[in-house]
């Protein structure tokens, strides 16, 4: 079985997609996509232009979490948040759900996945709820979305997953965090946690695999990005004593593991030890949200400085032409740059936690 799924992987991975009849630029050219509520109470995929206006607006069945973008089809698969069992194949071309996956029996899904670098294949981040491990579900996208399989995450509570650039290479953010939906949203192993980043190959061979230093074992790894020359940006939730909480934000180095970004104790004051999402904006720049807190971060990792740009409720956070984007819960998407952030729209939504970057855009 296992061999039968990496051959399959092998060959597909290596095939060229067939160019598509239609492509982003065709259903209003949306650069980024986000999860969110609407005025109604009901739940919805967006898609957002470079001028924050809405591209589209399509219905979930519940609350969203995190989405995942065709690299050159206008598809969207959306995630239901965790411990949320669907997952929507979306035509963004025509506003019709193209496909409804569930988790299988025993799994449920962590709000996040990635496609192969030539879109035939969905992978996505999973709980098989018995064991507690984590596992990566994998999807052939180009035959209907059947379920080839799936392989573990390489740890427990695999939440944000993403595809390095340029490569068919997984990395995913293992958060260490036992969970089971019979004990609710409840963390159930918090004093012997274990977060690591792993780098996989797209059939489930483990590359590299990094860990935290004993007393940093209880910031949970969530979110990640990528920069182009392999260092991943890392944001962590911290689980351990409030009052001593280490920095819950890093970088992944290759061949170096992962080194926290110094942030003071009246920086980490009032965040709840809780990042809500990361971006690497350019090769030098990491923006970090900090929903509880009201603010956002922007690392420069050349010169060890922060810049601190309060805005109640931000979340969502992703790169784009000139700088970044970035989303709250009040309905506000922003425009980023080094020097500051400015108001590009307002809309009577509440964005989810999350803002996808449409690759390309």
């Known amino acids: 079985m296992m061999a039968t799924r990496r051959a399959f992987l092998q060959t597909t991975l290596a095939a060229a997609a067939a160019l598509p009849v239609t492509g982003w630029a065709d259903v209003g050219a949306p650069t980024h996509l986000s999860a969110a509520r609407t005025v109604q109470g009901e739940y919805a995929l967006v898609g957002l232009r470079a001028d924050g206006s809405q591209a589209f607006v399509l219905p979930l069945p519940s609350r969203g979490h995190a989405a995942a973008a065709h690299p050159t089809e206008p598809t969207a698969v959306a995630f239901a948040r965790r411990p ?3 997952a929507m194949v979306i035509d963004c071309a025509s506003g019709q759900v193209a496909q409804q ?11 996040h996945g990635t496609y192969s670098q030539n879109g035939r294949v969905l992978f996505t981040t999973e709980n098989h709820i018995v064991s507690g491990q984590g596992r990566i579900g994998v999807w052939d ?13 390489g740890g ?8 390095q650039p340029g490569a068919d290479v997984l990395v995913i953010a293992n958060g260490g965090i036992r969970t089971d939906p019979t004990h609710r949203r409840a963390k159930l192993n918090l004093e012997s946690m274990r977060p690591n980043l792993t ?3 797209p059939d489930g061979a483990i590359l590299h695999l990094a860990e935290l230093p004993a007393d940093a074992h209880q910031n949970s790894i969530r979110h990640i990005a990528a920069f182009d020359d392999g260092r991943i940006a890392v944001a962590f939730q911290w689980q351990g004593d409030p009052f001593g909480a280490p920095s819950i934000a ?4 290759p061949d170096q593991g992962i080194r926290l970004l110094n942030m003071s ?5 009032g ?3 809780y990042a809500g999402s990361v971006a690497v904006l350019d090769q030098r720049h990491i923006a970090v949200t900090f929903p509880r807190g009201g603010v956002m971060h922007m690392f420069d990792t050349k010169t060890d400085s922060v810049l601190t740009l309060p805005q109640a409720d931000i979340c969502g956070v992703a790169p784009a032409r000139g700088g970044g984007m970035a989303t709250d819960g009040l309905g506000h998407v922003h425009a980023m740059t080094a020097g500051g952030v400015r108001l590009l729209a307002r809309h009577d939504l509440a964005f989810d936690n999350h803002l996808i970057r449409i690759g390309g855009a």
């Open 84 to 86: 949320g069992t669907y």
């Open 156 to 163: 427990i509570g695999p939440h944000e997953m993403l595809r």
């Open 101 to 111: 996956l569930a988790a299988p029996d025993g799994h449920h899904f962590y709000g």
């Open 250 to 253: 890093g970088v992944y180095l």
């Open 271 to 273: 965040l709840d030890g």
């Open 265 to 269: 104790e009246a920086m980490l004051r």
């Open 141 to 153: 996208a180009a035959a209907g979305y059947t379920r080839l399989g799936d392989f573990s995450s």
């Open 199 to 201: 780098h996989m190959r």
